[in-house]
């Protein structure tokens, strides 16, 4: 006669092991896991809002096409009015980076014809150039933070 383990044996922990494994790629690598969202190729001129252009960069994290405007994801940079001198020094910077990373060329962005929108009805894209994810760049460069909204270390 066999006796059974209270506690599932091996097989349950090793279930429970994967699983949580499984779960864990899934929150911090999601983006990367399985296909990427349709992508569209954009090769628009950005300019700086204010001067004229009908596609321009907002701030380190916005831009517009004419009536759209759009919020770059996978990133946080910090605000133009910002809380601190310093904050609003550091937006400056980010917004003239992204202007740079824009100014390089054909790009291309996630949300293909109906992007997802945010609660300010900004279109939610995630851009691309080559294998470069534009997020990457922006908190690489030590100009922005990752997309955890509301959850900033603070730029002051």
Do not use: N
């Not at 001067?51 to 517009?64: F, K, L, N, S, Y």
């Amino acid at each position: 006669m066999r006796r059974r383990s209270r506690g599932g044996g091996w097989r349950g922990a090793v279930t429970v092991a994967l699983t949580l494994a499984l779960v864990g790629a899934w929150v911090l690598f999601g983006d990367r896991i399985g296909p990427r969202p349709e992508v569209t190729e954009v090769a628009s001129s950005f300019g700086l809002c204010g001067e004229g252009w009908g596609a321009c960069v907002v701030d380190g994290d916005t831009v517009r096409i004419g009536e759209r405007r759009i919020r770059l994801t996978g990133f946080d940079a910090p605000e133009m009015d910002g809380a601190c001198e310093a904050e609003r020094v550091k937006a400056r910077e980010a917004r003239t980076a992204l202007h740079q990373w824009l100014s390089q060329g054909r790009f291309s962005w996630t949300g293909g014809q109906d992007p997802p929108r945010d609660r300010y009805g900004r279109e939610l894209r995630a851009a691309y150039r080559g294998d470069e994810r534009l997020a990457d760049h922006m908190i690489d460069a030590g100009l922005a933070e990752g997309d955890g909204w509301g959850l900033r270390s603070g730029w002051c």
